[in-house]
């Protein structure tokens, strides 16, 4: 598996996660529940476009070498 496979696999899982918490919090009634799953549903999107943007950070470096 190279960078480019490895990044983008990561970026799937977690995008994957985030649509789990989505699904979760589509059946929730607890409000300590929902804000705990809307956390961490938001740290996976955060996740994902962080990975996304580190990503093509590198590839550009990477291109270059």
């Known amino acids: 598996m190279d960078w480019e496979e490895f990044f983008k ?12 918490y989505e699904t979760a919090l589509a059946k929730v009634t607890d409000a300590e529940l929902r804000a ?13 476009d ?3 943007d580190n990503w093509a950070r590198l590839a550009a470096k990477l291109s270059r070498s």
Do not use: G, N, S
């Open 9 to 20: 696999l990561m970026i799937i899982d977690e995008r994957a996660a985030k649509a789990k």
């Open 36 to 48: 705990v799953l809307e956390r961490l549903r938001d740290e996976e999107a955060f996740h994902a």
């Open 50 to 52: 962080y990975l996304q």
